[in-house]
C-alpha cells in the first residue's frame, strides 16, 4: 500500500459512509444500485458527495480525494496583513496617470468656439 491510499484509508476512519442511488447516465445499474457516497468528516462536519461514476468503490474513492483536497484548503492558514501607506512615489504615479486619463477623455469632445 502506498502513503497516500495509508492516507485516505485513516481518513476514512473519521468518516461516516451513506450510500444512494445516483440519477443521471448509466441505465438500469446505475437506477438499481446505490452507487452515489456521502462522506460526513465527523471532527470537522465537512459532507463531500461523489455520483459521477459509475460504480460506487470509484464514487467512494473520488469522495475520499475530495475530502482530503477540502481538509488540506481549510488547513491553510491566511497570512495577517498589516495596513501601510501609499508610497510618495504611487501617488505621483496615480495622480500622473489621472492626468493623462483626463486628457485623453477631454480630447474626444468637440473643440470649443471661443468668439
Do not use: W, Y
Amino acid at each position: 500500500m502506498s502513503n497516500a491510499s495509508e492516507d485516505l484509508a485513516a481518513l476514512e476512519g473519521e468518516c461516516e459512509l451513506e450510500f444512494f442511488t445516483a440519477g443521471g447516465p448509466g441505465g438500469q445499474h446505475r437506477n438499481r444500485v446505490a452507487t452515489g457516497v456521502r462522506l460526513r468528516h465527523l471532527p470537522s462536519g465537512i459532507v463531500v458527495t461523489a455520483t459521477e461514476r459509475r460504480s460506487q468503490a470509484a464514487n467512494r474513492r473520488v469522495a475520499l480525494e475530495r475530502l482530503a483536497a477540502r481538509l488540506a484548503q481549510a488547513a491553510i492558514v491566511p497570512k495577517e496583513r498589516h495596513a501601510t501607506r501609499p508610497s510618495r512615489a504611487s501617488k505621483i504615479e496615480r495622480l500622473t496617470s489621472k492626468r493623462h486619463r483626463a486628457a485623453i477623455k477631454s480630447g474626444r469632445s468637440r473643440p470649443r468656439q471661443d468668439d
